[in-house]
């Protein structure tokens, strides 16, 4: 269920964030690989204060390897912050970040004191998918409810690890409007502001201009379109994509091209690189980074 956030839920959210952060060593922040930026919370920098924060680029088997290489780079060079690219839905693989929770908060492992790490990040990034991997079983609440629970569970990962069963779930990034459209090509949010066919349009000419090799092998095309509208004409037509009387059926070939994407099968497609970031950032309002 997507959450629609407003002041009040972001208050909230901060609110009970707040409350359990003195009980946590380690914040393990996760985001979608394809859109570091977007699925970014800049909150997380302030409530999580001096603690150490290893970011998780999740879904990184649908991203671009290249520029996956080029974020973890990116934010290694952070204090206190770690990154790593994960798959979470690969077997086994999430387990990856124990040790690096490890290394991260030394003086408490070095003590023999278990070291208390919390999952944050916006709807749909992978956190409860990274909990249940983590913890072996199926723990983690279905369903967004912004902030966390009152009754937090702490379970042991084994290796000196625990982890809060429920996550902090923030919001995402809110009033720059690239952010959105990535946001909502990837999926992570079902925004009815934004028409399915308008994410669609945007999502086509970003890969006409990003990847075009993709675009060819996967539609099977010697040649491509300029314009997004006309890609999506051809291959609408190519996939029977159509009303009666042969008018296009702009709606049915937006879903094929999404699904498509979203699911992988155009290969690793990252929406963002840090050169995106650094530009966006500074043309953010002050206003959208707490
Ligand atoms: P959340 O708690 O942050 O809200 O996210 P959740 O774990 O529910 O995961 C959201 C979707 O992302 C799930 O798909 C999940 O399987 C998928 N997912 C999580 N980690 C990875 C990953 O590393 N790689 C890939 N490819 N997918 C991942 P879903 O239940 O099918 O939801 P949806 O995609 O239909 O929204």
Redo the contacts with the bound molecule.
Sequence with gaps: MAVTWYPGHMHKAQKQIKEVMPQVDLVIE?MD?RIPFSSENPAVKTLRGPRPCLKVL?????ADPVITTQWLNYYSQQEGVRALA?????KG?ARKILNLCREMVPLRAQRGEPVRTMIM?????????????LAGRAI?K?G?EPAVTKQQQRISLGNGIVLSDT?G?LWPRMENENSGYRLAVT??IKNAAISFEDVALYAVEFLLQHYPEALKSRYRLEELPIAAMDFLEVIGRKRGCLRAGGVLDLHKVSEILLKEL???KLGGVSLETPAVFDEEKVTERPSESV
């Design positions: 996760v690989a999740n879904k990184s088997d649908l994960l798959n979470t839905t690969r693989e990040g916006i709807p749909n990034v992978g956190k409860s998918t990274l909990i249940n991997a983690a279905v967004d996550p779930i999926g992570a979203r699911s992988g």
